[in-house]
C-alpha cells in the first residue's frame, strides 16, 4: 500500500475475513430464488415481440381456464398504478420488444408458461426509431409524445467555463473526434427473483428481493398495492451481483409478485429467467461522443468542446442523474480553462438504459482517453507528458470550477508508468516489425466524484445496538450489494465503537429496523454511506464510557485517582477494553461495563443520522462543487493482437487507485479484479447489440463475457491521498475499478497495430476491418 | 413449453423401435448439450417433438473407441472428453483430440457426444473438420440393420442429415492417417474457452522423403452450408514442400472456394482474410513453425 502518513487504527485498514464470506462459500446462504414456501405460486410476465406496437386486443380467457392457473392480470388491471420506473409493471402502449402486457401466477412453472401460451395479443405494430441518429431526424416518429425530438429534456446539462472561443483561439492545434459505445449487461450470476407473500402473524405484504436498493423496492410494492409504506415488509435476499441492474427492474418485479400474491392470497416466487433478465434489467447507455480540442504547441489544453448524446432506449431510468455526472466528467481529469459541454439522452424503442457501475464513465473516458493520445500525437508530443502538463492537481481548478485538495493523480500516474515500463514498452511497440502478432501497452487516467455529490442528497442512517454480553448488533439504511459493505461497515463501527471486528453482526436489510437511507449507488457506500455508522459509533463510545464513569467500573483502589477527579475525557475504549488515558494499565473490559449497564438500565444504543454539506451548483453553467473528493487512478493495459483476425489478448493489467483510506485491502483489491474484467468485456467482447430494437442475445450461449481463461494477469496498487471527506479518508472504488480498463485497452490496440477504434469494443470485426460487421 | 414424452431406450433395436413408432416426432438425445437447450429457446424445429429418446444407458454399445486393422471406430456415445484423453486417437487422429478438447467447457466435453455433435449439424462443430478431413464413414443402424455413408454425405443440406425415421447413428469409421502424417487443428473464436467457433480448420500432411507433400488434406468449418474438403487448397501443396509461401496459397484456395460455393456475404469482408490466416495456422501446426 502506497500511503501519504502512517495512522494509528485498530480494525480499519486490515483485510478482515468477510462478515458473510463464510455462508457464501459454504453454499449455506440462501437466495431469493432458494426460498420455498408451502402453497406457493410462480409467476411470469408476457412481453411484446415488438418494438413499437400497440395492444389492440387481448384475450385471457383460455389461460384463466387452465386447471392450476391462479391468476391472470393484464395491464386493464393495473390502470391506477404509477409505478416508479419510467415504465409500467404492464402496458398496452408499447415502446420496446420486451415490455410486458400480462403476467400470471400458477402451480408450477410449467402452467406458468402454459397460461402465458394461452394469452392470445393483437398488437398494432407502430413506426418505431433505434439509433441516436435516427432519433433526432427531423420528423422521427416519437417514443414519447411529450418529447419533441425524442430529446429526454431533464437530462440536459452544461459546463460553460471561461470563454470557448477565446481558449481555441489560443490553440495552436484543434482536433475534432467523434467516439461512440455500446449497450452491455450487468450480467450478474443471479438473475431478479423475489418472494412475496402476506404474512399472516403481522398482515404485511412481505416481500424478500434480490434488492440494490430495498426502500426504493419497496416504493413499488407500496404503489401496486395502494397500501403505506408501514404495510409493507422488505427484507433484502442476498444478492447474487447487481452492478447497478437491480434498481428499477427488480421494484417492477416484486411489485409483481406482490400483486400476485395479494390477490390470489397465496405465496408467490418469481425468479426470472436468464432471457427474462436480459430483456428487462437496464443496460449501460451506448454514448455518441463529439470532442473538440484545442491545445497550445507546448501542449497546454486551452479549449473542450463536447456533444454527448446517450441512448437512454424506450423510457427514463435514471438518465438525467446519470447526465449530470456525465457533465461533471465531461472534459476528463484535466485542467481546462475554457470548456463548453452539452450533454443529453435521446429515447429510441430499444432496451432501457439505467445504472450500470461506472454510470456514464467507462464511455466517457474510452473517448477522452483516446482523444487525448490523438491529441499528443498532433502535437507530436509524448502523451504521457501531455497527461502530466494538464492532469489535475492540488489546487487546479476542476470543470465545474472547484479548485480540488490532495490530487495525487500525477503520483499514480508516474508510479504505474514506472512500474510497467510503459514509456521503454510504448516505443518499442511502436517501431515493431510487421509481424502477425503484435504486442501494444496503453494508458488512461481516471479521476471519479465520490458518492452522489450534488446529484441527490448523500444522507443515511445507523443503528447501533450493544448488547449486555458486549456484542454489538447494526442496521445501516444501505444495501449489501456484494460488494462488502457489510463487512467495511462492521469494521469502520468497531472501529469507532472501539471493539473488536468480531463482535459486531450486520444482518440482511429489514425495512423495520432501520429509516431509508437512499440508494445504494454511486460507489457511495464506504465514503458517505458509512459517515452515519462512524458517527453512531462514536457517539454510542461517548455514551459507554459515561455509563462506565457513573457506574464507577474502574478499579482505583492502591491508586492515587479518586472518582471525583475522573471525567469523560480522561476514558478511552479500545478493542473492549476501556482504560484511563493517562494510566493505560488501569482498565475494565468492555463486557463488564455492559453487564452492568443492562441492570441499571443504562443507554446501550445510537442512532445516528449523516447530512453532507450542502453542494449548490448552477443548471445552466455546471459551475459550483460538484463532489466533496475525487478517487483518482490509472490502468495500463498490455495486449497482442492477431493482425490477421483482428484477436485482441488481453495479458495483462496494472491498475492503480487512489482509494483516500483502505478500510479493507483484501476487498478492494478483489473490486479491482473484478473491474477490470469487467472492463476487459466492455473493451473487447461485450455487446448487446439490438436489432431494430429486439435483443437477440438473451443468454450467455450468444452474450460473450471473458472467461476466467480470458482473464489477464492483473497487478493492482493501492494509494492512500490523506484526504478526510470521507468516512475515515475512504474514497470511491467500485466503480473507478473498471472504467479507465477499455480506455487504455483501445490505446493499447493502437499503439499494437496504428488503428484506433473509435467505436467500443475491439472485437474481431473492428480491429481488422476498422469497423463494426453488422 | 414444448411437451413431449420420454423414452429411455435398453437397446439398439428398441431404439429403432421407438423412432419408428413415433414417425420422425421422435428426436434422440445423447450428452443434451444441443437440445437441451434448444428445447429451451423453443426452437421451432422441435415444435412437433412428441419424443426425447434417450440414449445414455447404451454406453456399452454405444461408447467406444477401438482400433482394428487399419481402421479407428468411434461410439457415437463417445465424449469429447472420451476424444480428448484416448491414447489411440493421440496416437492416429491428433487434431480430432484437439479438436475435441476445444468444445465448449470441461461440463460440456463431459456430456456432449460425437454422435450428437454430428447429427446436430452445426457447421461450426469442431470435432466435425477432423473427420471431414479423414473422409470418415458415418455407420447409420435402423430396424433393417446396419447402413454407411460417407459423413460428407450425411449432410444433406445446411443443419441436415439423412437419416430415416428408423435410423439412428450407432459409429463413426476412419482409416488411419497413413504413417508419418502430422496434423493440425486451428480455431478463431470470440474468446479462449466456451467458444463457439468463428472459423476452425483441420489439416494434415505428409512429407516424402525429399521433404515433399505427398498426402494433404483440408477441412473448414464454419464457411460451407453442408462440410467439405477444399481439394483445390490440397492439390497446390501435394509435391511441394513446405512454406510460409506455400501455406499463403492454400489459404487463398480455401476462401476463393468459400466465395465460389457461399458468394459475397454481409460476413464476407472479415471471414476471407480470417480464413486464410486459419487455415496457415492449421498447416503450420502440421509441421511446426520450422521449416527444412
Redesign the interface.
Known amino acids: 500500500m502506497n500511503q501519504v502518513k502512517e495512522e494509528n487504527y485498530n480494525v480499519i485498514r486490515r483485510s478482515k475475513p468477510r462478515i458473510d464470506g463464510v455462508e457464501k462459500v459454504s453454499g449455506r446462504a440462501l437466495y431469493a430464488a432458494d426460498l420455498y414456501m408451502e402453497g406457493m405460486l410462480y409467476a411470469g410476465v408476457l412481453r411484446s415481440p415488438y418494438s413499437s406496437a400497440r395492444v389492440t386486443r387481448i384475450n385471457t380467457d383460455k389461460a384463466k381456464a387452465i386447471e392450476g392457473v391462479e391468476a391472470v392480470v393484464t395491464f386493464a388491471d393495473l390502470r391506477k398504478t404509477k409505478s416508479w420506473a419510467g415504465y409500467m409493471y404492464l402496458t398496452d402502449r408499447i415502446r420496446y420488444a420486451g415490455d410486458c402486457v400480462a403476467m400470471v401466477a400458477a402451480k408450477s412453472k410449467?402452467l406458468v408458461?402454459?397460461a402465458l401460451?394461452a394469452i392470445e395479443v393483437e398488437y398494432e405494430e407502430l413506426p418505431g426509431v433505434y439509433t441516436i441518429d435516427d432519433a433526432l431526424e427531423e420528423g422521427a416518429p416519437l417514443v414519447h409524445e411529450e418529447y419533441e425530438k425524442n430529446i429526454f429534456k431533464d437530462s440536459l446539462f452544461h459546463i460553460r467555463k471561461g470563454d470557448i472561443e477565446k481558449g481555441f483561439e489560443q490553440a495552436d492545434v484543434i482536433l475534432e473526434r467523434e467516439y461512440r459505445t455500446q449497450y452491455i449487461e450487468h450480467s450478474y450470476i443471479e438473475p431478479e427473483a423475489v418472494l412475496a407473500y402476506m404474512d399472516p402473524n403481522s398482515g404485511l405484504m412481505t416481500v424478500q428481493a434480490s434488492a440494490q436498493n430495498p426502500f426504493f423496492t419497496r416504493r413499488y410494492v407500496s404503489d401496486i398495492l395502494g397500501i403505506p409504506l408501514n404495510k409493507v415488509r422488505m427484507i433484502q435476499a442476498i444478492l447474487g451481483g447487481t452492478f447497478g441492474g437491480k434498481e428499477e427492474g427488480i421494484g417492477l418485479v416484486t411489485a409483481r409478485a406482490a400483486y400476485l400474491s395479494y390477490q390470489t392470497k397465496r405465496p408467490v416466487k418469481f425468479v426470472f429467467s436468464r432471457e427474462d433478465s436480459f430483456l428487462e434489467s437496464s443496460k449501460r447507455h451506448p454514448f455518441r461522443l463529439r470532442y473538440k480540442i484545442g491545445a497550445t504547441k507546448e501542449g497546454k489544453i486551452v479549449a473542450f468542446e463536447g456533444e454527448q448524446v446517450d441512448n437512454g432506449g424506450a423510457y427514463n431510468n435514471q438518465t438525467q442523474f446519470m447526465n449530470w455526472r456525465a457533465n461533471v466528467h465531461s472534459s476528463g481529469p484535466y485542467e481546462i480553462e475554457n470548456i463548453k459541454t452539452d450533454t443529453y439522452g435521446v429515447f429510441t424503442n430499444n432496451i432501457h438504459s439505467g445504472a450500470m457501475r461506472g454510470y456514464s464513465s467507462p464511455s466517457l473516458i474510452f473517448g477522452q482517453e483516446q482523444l487525448i493520445e490523438e491529441l499528443a500525437e498532433e502535437l507530436g508530443m509524448d502523451e504521457v507528458e501531455l497527461r502530466r502538463i494538464n492532469c489535475l492537481k492540488d489546487g487546479s481548478v476542476t470543470a465545474t470550477g472547484i479548485p480540488v485538495e490532495y490530487v495525487i493523480l500525477q503520483d499514480v500516474m508516474d508510479d504505474t508508468v514506472e512500474r510497467t515500463d510503459y514509456i521503454r514498452k510504448h516505443a518499442e511497440y511502436k517501431q515493431q516489425p510487421d509481424t502477425?502478432f503484435r504486442k501494444g501497452i496503453g494508458l488512461a487516467i481516471c479521476y471519479r466524484g465520490c458518492g452522489l455529490g450534488a446529484e441527490s442528497p448523500d444522507a443515511s442512517g445507523c443503528m447501533m445496538i450493544v448488547n449486555e454480553d458486549g456484542s454489538v448488533s447494526i442496521a445501516s439504511g444501505l444495501a449489501e450489494n456484494g460488494q462488502g459493505l457489510k463487512t467495511a461497515y462492521a469494521q469502520i463501527a468497531a472501529e469507532a465503537l472501539g471493539v473488536h471486528y468480531e463482535d459486531i453482526q450486520f444482518p440482511q436489510l429489514d425495512s423495520f429496523a432501520i429509516a431509508d437511507s437512499g440508494m445504494t449507488v454511486a460507489s457511495r457506500g464506504t465514503v458517505m454511506g458509512a459517515q452515519s455508522v462512524r458517527k453512531a459509533g462514536e457517539k454510542l463510545k461517548k455514551v459507554m464510557i459515561k455509563n462506565a464513569l457513573e457506574l464507577r467500573s474502574f478499579s482505583l483502589e492502591g491508586t492515587d485517582l479518586t472518582y471525583e477527579q475522573l471525567t469523560e475525557e480522561d476514558i478511552d475504549l479500545k478493542d473492549a477494553v476501556f482504560f484511563l488515558k493517562a494510566h493505560p494499565e488501569i482498565t475494565v473490559p468492555f463486557t463488564s461495563v455492559t453487564g452492568a449497564c443492562i441492570w441499571t438500565g443504562k443507554q446501550m444504543a445510537a442512532y445516528e443520522w449523516f447530512m453532507p454539506e450542502d453542494l449548490p451548483q448552477d443548471h445552466e453553467t455546471g459551475q459550483g462543487k460538484a463532489f466533496p473528493t475525487f478517487a483518482y487512478g490509472c490502468v495500463i493495459a498490455e495486449v497482442e493482437v492477431?493482425m490477421?483476425?483482428?484477436?485482441v489478448d488481453l495479458k495483462k493489467v496494472t491498475a492503480s487507485h487512489d482509494v483516500g483510506r483502505a478500510i479493507n485491502p483484501a476487498l478492494i483489491k478483489g473490486q479491482i479484479y473484478g473491474g477490470i474484467v469487467m472492463g476487459q468485456g466492455y473493451g473487447i467482447?461485450e455487446d448487446v447489440a439490438p436489432k431494430n430494437g429486439k435483443v437477440k442475445n438473451r443468454n450467455f450461449?450468444s452474450y460473450?463475457?471473458?472467461?476466467?481463461?480470458?482473464a489477464p494477469e492483473m497487478d493492482v496498487q493501492i494509494f492512500e491521498s490523506g484526504d478526510p471527506a470521507g468516512t475515515y479518508g475512504a474514497k470511491s472504488i467500485g466503480e473507478p475499478a473498471t472504467e479507465a480498463v477499455a480506455a487504455a485497452i483501445a490505446n493499447a490496440v493502437y499503439n499494437a497495430t496504428g488503428r484506433r477504434i473509435r467505436e467500443n469494443p475491439c472485437?474481431?470485426?473492428t480491429v481488422?476491418?476498422g469497423k463494426k460487421?453488422r | 413449453m414444448f411437451k413431449y414424452d420420454y423414452y429411455r431406450a435398453e437397446t439398439p433395436d428398441e431404439v429403432c423401435e421407438v423412432l419408428a413408432r413415433y414417425q420422425g416426432k421422435a428426436r434422440i438425445v445423447a450428452g443434451g448439450t444441443d437440445i437441451m437447450v434448444q428445447i429451451r429457446e423453443k426452437d421451432k424445429r422441435w415444435k412437433e417433438l412428441e419424443c426425447l429418446l434417450d440414449l445414455s444407458f447404451l454406453e456399452d454399445e454405444l461408447r467406444y473407441i477401438r482400433e482394428e486393422g487399419d481402421q479407428i471406430h468411434i461410439g457415437a456415445l463417445t465424449t469429447h472428453t472420451d476424444l480428448e484423453r484416448s491414447e489411440v486417437i493421440k496416437r492416429w487422429l491428433p487434431f480430432l483430440g484437439k479438436a475435441a478438447s476445444t468444445v465448449g467447457s470441461p461440463q460440456i466435453r463431459n456430456r456432449g457426444t460425437i454422435g450428437g455433435s454430428i447429427c446436430n449439424a452445426s457447421p461450426a462443430a469442431d470435432p466435425l473438420t477432423p473427420l471431414i478431413a479423414l473422409d470418415a464413414w458415418t455407420v447409420i443402424r435402423g430396424r433393417d440393420g446396419e447402413r454407411v455413408v460417407t459423413l460428407k454425405d450425411f449432410y444433406t443440406g445446411q443443419g441436415k442429415v439423412g437419416l430415416k425415421e428408423d435410423e439412428f447413428v450407432k459409429e463413426f469409421t476412419v482409416r488411419k492417417l497413413p504413417e508419418g502424417t502430422v496434423t493440425g487443428f486451428a480455431k478463431l473464436g470470440r474468446r479462449k474457452a466456451l467458444a463457439i467457433s468463428r472459423l476452425n480448420v483441420s489439416a494434415a500432411l505428409r512429407l516424402d522423403e525429399e521433404g515433399r507433400i505427398d498426402f494433404a488434406r483440408i477441412a473448414p468449418g464454419c464457411i460451407f452450408s453442408t462440410p467439405d474438403r477444399v481439394e483445390t487448397a490440397e492439390n497446390i501443396l501435394i509435391g511441394r514442400k513446405p512454406s510460409e509461401e506455400l501455406w499463403r496459397e492454400a489459404g487463398k484456395a480455401v476462401s476463393e472456394e468459400m466465395i465460389r460455393r457461399t458468394g459475397i456475404r454481409w460476413s464476407t469482408e472479415y471471414k476471407q482474410p480470417a480464413v486464410e490466416a486459419i487455415v496457415e495456422d492449421a498447416l503450420t501446426e502440421c509441421c511446426g513453425s520450422q521449416f527444412a
Request: glycine content about 4%.
Open positions: 410449467s408458461e402454459d401460451e502477425r492477431d490477421r483476425t483482428g484477436y467482447m450461449d460473450i463475457l471473458p472467461t476466467s481463461m480470458d472485437d474481431l470485426e481488422l476491418l460487421l
